[in-house]
């Protein structure tokens, strides 16, 4: 998408590499070892180290709520992982609202995805069946903070009104 910045696109690129490339369970134990802070000689190699260090850097870019506010937790595991695609974006007074697709990954897309990390094609592929799947629509709000674009950690997502 054109005009996003380079370090909001990257987030969306990160976050589905992520969702496509791990399992849940693989997910959950990156967590856990980032909350332990692993030293680097702890860290996985190949799929699963690139993984942990894509994790990091999503995670450094949510602006954290209120906990008095909510509770929310990164670390927990969602119940379904999915594919995000900005569509467009609006851009006023250190604030960017980007217009979002998303696709929920099914349990076994999801494997066949992780069995696919190696072939780009094929995982390529997968992901062209996947969206041509049934979408929904959510906003994410970014805020700048100094120089860095935050993600706020709340989702908007649009209702369509029945008549």
């Not at 942990?52 to 209120?66: A, G, L, N, P």
């Not at 974006?89 to 990390?117: C, P």
């Not at 994410?140 to 209702?159: D, F, T």
Request: proline share 4%.
């Amino acid at each position: 998408m054109t005009g996003l910045p380079q370090t909001i696109a990257r987030f969306y690129a990160d976050s589905n590499f992520v969702s496509c490339f791990s399992t849940a369970e693989e997910r959950a134990l990156v967590n856990m070892a980032l909350k332990r802070k692993t030293g680097a000689d702890e860290n996985p190699s190949g799929r699963l180290g690139m993984v942990m260090q894509i994790t990091q850097r999503v995670r450094k870019s949510f602006h954290e709520m209120d906990p008095k506010f909510v509770h929310w937790d990164r670390a927990t595991p969602k119940e379904e992982e999915q594919v995000v695609e900005p569509v467009s974006m609006v851009e006023d007074q250190g604030e960017i609202r980007v217009t979002t697709r998303v696709w929920t990954l099914k349990k076994e897309q999801n494997a066949l995805l992780v069995s696919q990390y190696s072939t780009q094609t094929e995982a390529l592929k997968t992901l062209a069946n996947i969206q041509q799947q049934r979408s929904r629509t959510e906003v994410h709000v970014w805020k700048k903070h100094g120089q860095r674009w935050l993600r706020e950690a709340a989702v908007y997502v649009p209702l369509k009104l029945g008549r």
